[in-house]
């Protein structure tokens, strides 16, 4: 399968790097990462060790592959809708935080699969990505049920050694994805605390509320999620990632734009809808974005 990887930051390095050994990849990435990747291939380390040599790029536009997977930061996918619509794409695979699939669905003519990936990655240097715990990834139809294109995609990924599931509820695992990044990438980032830290005490029961309030905007938009559900995936994630630092906590570590108009303020904005209150979201969105004004970021 020829595989183009949009956005080959840490996870699009990972997975297209892991890609690389059983299909031909194309990285499409910030410079000086794709050039060290055309010259010396891209190294992976951690819990997978392998070297791997795709194609890189920092050009995105007029290429054609089996498969585009999306890795963008949410902010930056209606530019890489546009910038993937200029080439020919057998199907799009998003692998984001956030409900973006729907802006690349608007944009492309490919059929869209949703995923989810749990694979832990970092990005060393440039050629080199960390692989900080072997996950799984998750794809299937957008709006569920079984789809011949994600079980050839699926089946593509687990050829290259990818721990892969082909799902038929996609639309439950992605506002289940949604309410565990509401409830732990914010509070996280705001406390600048690892996941584990959200295991008890305050902190715990506000990552709660969040993604309580999170289920509950889901079943408003169709999506069957009980809160139970969306607590017992929140518990489940903090402990099995207690050391890590979320990746929006990295962002505001590096002075970075934040996903927060993508997962909290995206609750809030599905909320207003259906005229639903959710204060903690809205809170925890208000206060970040109180942050990037700060710092000229927004």
């Known amino acids: ?19 690389a050994r059983a299909h031909d990849v194309t990285l499409v990435a910030r410079d000086p990462h794709a050039s060290r990747v055309r010259e010396s291939g891209l190294r992976v380390s951690g819990a997978v060790e392998t070297h791997t040599t795709p194609d890189a790029t920092t050009d995105g536009a007029n290429l054609s592959a089996d498969l585009a997977l999306v890795t963008v930061k949410a902010f930056d996918t209606a530019e890489a809708a546009n910038t993937l619509a200029t080439g020919e794409f057998g199907a799009v695979l998003s692998l984001q935080n956030g409900l973006t699939e729907e802006i690349l669905t608007d944009e492309l003519d490919a059929p869209v699969l ?4 749990t694979y832990g990655a970092r990005l ?20 569920g049920g079984p789809d011949p294109v994600a079980e050839r995609v699926g089946r593509a990924f687990r050829a290259a050694g990818l721990e892969t599931l082909v799902a038929t509820d996609m639309p439950r695992r992605r506002w289940t994805k949604l309410a565990v990044n509401a409830g732990i990438n914010a509070v996280t980032a705001l406390s600048r605390v690892e996941n584990g830290a ?19 905007v889901a079943r408003a938009e169709g999506v069957s999620l009980p809160n139970r559900r969306a607590r017992t995936a929140l518990s489940r994630v903090v402990d099995a990632t207690a050391d890590n630092r979320s990746s929006m906590l990295q962002d505001i570590d590096a002075g970075r734009r934040t996903e927060v108009d993508a997962i909290s303020g995206e609750v809030v904005a599905r909320a207003e809808r259906h005229r639903l209150d959710v204060p903690t979201n809205r809170t925890l969105a208000a206060l970040l974005r109180a942050w990037e004004a700060g710092r000229g970021l927004r």
């Open 1 to 19: 399968m020829d595989v183009v990887v949009f956005g080959a930051g840490s996870l699009g390095s990972l997975v297209g790097g892991l890609l």
């Open 198 to 216: 959200l295991t008890d005490g305050d902190a715990a029961e506000l990552a709660h509320a969040a993604a309580r309030e999170t289920a509950r």
């Open 124 to 143: 060393l240097e440039p050629g080199h990505v960390d692989c900080t715990g072997v996950g799984r990834i998750v794809l299937g139809s957008l709006d």
């Open 114 to 117: 949703a995923g989810t990936a």
